[in-house]
């Protein structure tokens, strides 16, 4: 019989996609379970999202993780051990009164997430549970696999902000099956390579594995990912459309927009006349963060014009927090939010931010970090909370395909027909073309 009491947490100092330190815990049960996870890290952060506890100084640049690491082998095991691991809300709980500040600037962020993924790991072993299954089983959702939102070109924090917008990436509705998705998008990726090489001659890689980008604007990159789905033998805007992470913030703030690349200064209105000429331009479906963190009149204004034409997410504008999306949809901002579990720092919390969209009709997209690693927690995550969508970066580079694998693995254990397909963006103009097309 299992026994779920946490009988050991240990931490150690191991090493995220971009060879920076973080911070892994294992946590073993009485009966012998064992579960292990990582922090992420990200490079585009929310000014209100979790704190990562750094070391500082100038070892590792300022990246190490050593107190982060002893807070979890002294203070949180000393707090933890003895409890149920099975009871997910109260060990989460329990890390949050420990820390006892508002972004976990105490414990670290990242010391708090790993810990509380490394619980529901091992409690899904004690329960000899897939963890998709007792993540299904602690939410109350039917278990399904999401649509994947896939990088081609890296931009923003992510390269250099040698483009000014973070991601310029591809879904696939259209497609019958995950694996199909994998399939059209890696040929996506193959044609945009070739096009970039012929351009500059060499081709790179940004932090999350989409082409580096060589652009002499920001629009370029739209328009050549345009030509690269075209050189497939695919129509843009039937099978395969565009979604955008603008993360604004990088770039904007209190209502005024730096375009570095192209060297000029957008007002709000004329950043949302921007944004607006590419949704008639372009076959995009999705606009992440279009406006800044600090400019929610942009952001309402944005989702009052839009928002019944793509999905528009909130990251930095909602960082993983129940409170401010309850916030935004008695604003009306945004439609869509982003679920990064070491925004909110603890999974019961980011349990508690996608119950909060589902309240309010946004739409739920699991999301990965740019400083990545294995992990392939988030997998799980959008299959057991019926996210709908999940986003890790390109379908390149280890770190990234450990989870769109791992997703092909539950796919088999579901028995291929959970799928959800092109349902996440039922309510875009895609849907309704969609629509119109078979009538």
């Excluded at 100084?57 to 002893?70: C, F, P």
């Excluded at 796919?411 to 849907?431: E, F, H, M, S």
């Amino acid at each position: 019989m299992s026994d779920t009491t946490l009988s050991t947490l240990t931490a150690r100092r191991v090493w995220d996609s971009r060879g920076n330190p973080t911070v892994e815990v294992e946590a073993t049960l009485a009966d012998g379970s064992r579960g292990r996870a990582m922090a992420p890290a990200g490079a585009s952060r929310g000014t209100r999202e979790a704190i990562d506890l750094r070391d500082g100084g100038s070892r590792l640049g300022g990246m190490d993780v050593q107190n982060a690491v002893s807070n979890v082998n002294r203070l949180i095991a000393q707090e933890l051990t003895g409890l149920d691991a099975s009871q997910q809300a109260d060990i989460d709980s329990r890390l949050i009164a420990l820390d006892a500040t508002p972004y976990k600037s105490s414990l670290g962020g990242n010391a708090m997430v790993a810990t509380s993924m490394a619980v529901l790991h091992a409690t899904a072993a004690s329960m000899g549970k897939p963890l998709w299954r007792h993540i299904a089983d602690l939410s109350g959702q039917t278990p399904t696999l999401p649509l994947p939102e896939i990088q081609i070109f890296g931009g923003g924090a992510h390269a250099g902000r040698r483009v000014d917008v973070q991601d310029f990436m591809v879904m696939v509705p259209g497609a019958a099956s995950f694996d199909e998705v994998l399939e059209v998008t890696s040929e996506i990726y193959r044609s945009a390579g070739a096009r970039m090489k012929k351009k500059s001659g060499n081709v790179g890689v940004a932090d999350e594995g989409g082409w580096w980008p060589v652009f002499d604007s920001n629009e370029e990159a739209l328009e050549t990912l345009v030509r690269a789905i075209e050189d497939t033998g695919e129509k843009p805007g039937e099978r395969v459309v565009i979604s955008l992470d603008i993360a604004a913030s990088e770039f904007g703030s209190k209502g005024r927009y730096r375009l570095a690349l192209e060297d000029r200064e957008l007002d709000r209105d004329e950043m949302i006349s921007l944004l607006g000429r590419w949704i008639d331009d372009y076959p995009i479906a999705s606009i992440e963060d279009p406006l800044a963190e600090d400019d929610p009149e942009g952001v309402i204004a944005f989702t009052r014009e839009y928002g019944d034409r793509v999905q528009i997410i909130g990251d930095d504008y909602l960082v993983t927090n129940a409170d401010l999306v309850h916030q935004a949809a008695d604003q009306g901002a945004c439609n869509a939010v982003l679920i990064k579990v070491n925004q909110s720092g603890t999974i019961s919390e980011s349990l508690a931010c996608l119950a909060a969209a589902r309240e309010h009709g946004y739409r739920g997209i699991v999301s990965a970090r740019s400083g990545e690693t294995e992990d392939v927690t988030i997998c799980h995550l959008a299959v057991g909370l019926d996210a709908g969508q999940l986003k890790v970066g390109s379908i390149t580079r280890s770190e990234r395909m450990a989870k769109w694998n791992e997703c092909l693995r539950i796919n088999d254990q579901l028995g291929g027909d959970a799928y959800v397909g092109g349902k996440p963006l039922q309510n875009t103009w895609w849907a309704r073309q969609q629509k119109e097309n078979t009538q």
